[in-house]
């Protein structure tokens, strides 16, 4: 893994010179901008047009298609599948063995399990939130006073 490039050349004949990243080991195609505090696995592929945030961490052998999004603080497993033009939230952790279609949107926040599927043009929210309990002003206000009756 000494190399600081890798040619590859797809079914079509294309060949693309892809550079090691830093962090990992991982293959950066030309015109994809990978934050240097991120990780890229040995053997992950990033296509051209991607963008990488600070801070991701991206298994071994994914790969992660054209003009794909990750946001800042992602964690993306082994063998994970992103398609064409996807957006990856913030702080998202997308298990081992996933399949993830071309323009799906993963919100903030979201965690994927392993083996997980989201079809293209998928939408994965986060979960909605339990209700609040009202603020402590609009409570009322009992003074105590020595020992609570049993």
């Known amino acids: 893994m000494n190399a600081k490039f ?20 991982g293959l950066v195609a030309p015109g ?32 992660i298609d054209r003009d794909a999004e990750i946001g800042d603080r992602a964690v993306i497993g082994d063998g994970v599948r992103i398609g064409r033009g996807t957006v990856i939230g913030n702080r998202v952790h997308i298990g081992s063995h996933c399949r993830i279609g071309s323009g ?29 309990r009202p603020a402590a002003k609009n409570r009322p206000h009992r003074k105590s006073k020595g020992r609570m009756a049993a």
């Open 6 to 25: 890798v040619s590859v050349e797809d079914d079509a004949g294309k060949v693309t010179r892809y550079a090691r990243h830093g962090n990992g080991g």
């Open 104 to 132: 799906v949107l993963v919100e903030h926040g979201v965690h994927l399990h392993a083996d997980s599927t989201v079809p293209d043009g998928g939408q994965v929210r986060q979960a909605s939130r339990a209700p609040e």
């Open 32 to 63: 994809a901008v990978v934050a240097e505090s991120a990780r890229i696995g040995s053997m992950t592929y990033v296509e051209p047009g991607v963008r990488i945030g600070s801070g991701c961490r991206i298994g071994h052998g994914s790969w």
